[in-house]
């Protein structure tokens, strides 16, 4: 197996940021010698610091599968079409985010009112709308590929706003606070890439993929995965996820969650 996983809600508390119910687990699968891949909305930065405390080295993929970074030796091929930045061979999905900071200065004259992005929001700003540490919160600041857009209208007029996006070329992602705003990359995308890569690199050693998220922009890596699992939110219902064979959704919320569901397929296989 190899597990892909979101942070924010899923690994990590929506509310505290709190990874400590998901902590046993983590160990073992790293005992077991299974890859835990991160999947998320967060930035290079963020995930080079986060790694690092939850004792991660392996595979990551940043800004809503923007990008996919595989550290030196973890394949032992370099996978085509990578560029080698610090000491990972990266791919990148996606354009450069002033594209799509551009596109928002245009759409926000038909929505004046409505939202502001991180590009104009201030540290503080950003420590308020997410509780981060402004430590962390610089770290989430750094987008390369994205802006991450805090709505305030209504919910007709958030609609309107994503369908306006689209047509201009964008593919906004709902997270657990914000409408990510990028181009067209998904988690999905960056699994399924990485699978390929796995099994062409790894032809006799055959690999499921588990994926697990609580949003929307999990939907997309959830349905491209072997083993999907819906992580139960404190902030919304559960990503819908169709005609899967085999999808789960935990009872406990976030990283309880996460021990939960993983306990229970370890269970499973033994
Ligand atoms: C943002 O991502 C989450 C993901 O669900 C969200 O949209 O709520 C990003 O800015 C990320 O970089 C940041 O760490 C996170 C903090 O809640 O918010
Ligand atoms: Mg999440
Ligand atoms: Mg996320």
Redesign the pocket.
Known sequence: FVVFT????TLLDHHT?SMDAAIPMLNRLKQLGIPVIPN????YA?MRVLRETLGLDGPFCVENGAAIHIPHGFFEQKPPGTQWQDDHWVHQFCSRKHYWTNLLRQVKERYPDSFVG?SDMSLDD?VAA???SPA?AAL?AQ?QYGE?VLWRGSEQQKQQFMDDLRQNGATPL???????VSGDCNKGQALRWFMQEWRRQYPHKPCRSIALGD?N?DIAMLQAADVAIRILSPVNPPPTVQGHPHCLTSTLEGPAGWNEMLTQLLEQQV
């Open positions: 979101d942070m924010d809600g940021y998320t909305s967060k930035t963020e991180f950003i997410t509780g981060l962390q989430a987008r991450p709902q997270g657990g606070r914000f409408i990510h949003g922009n």
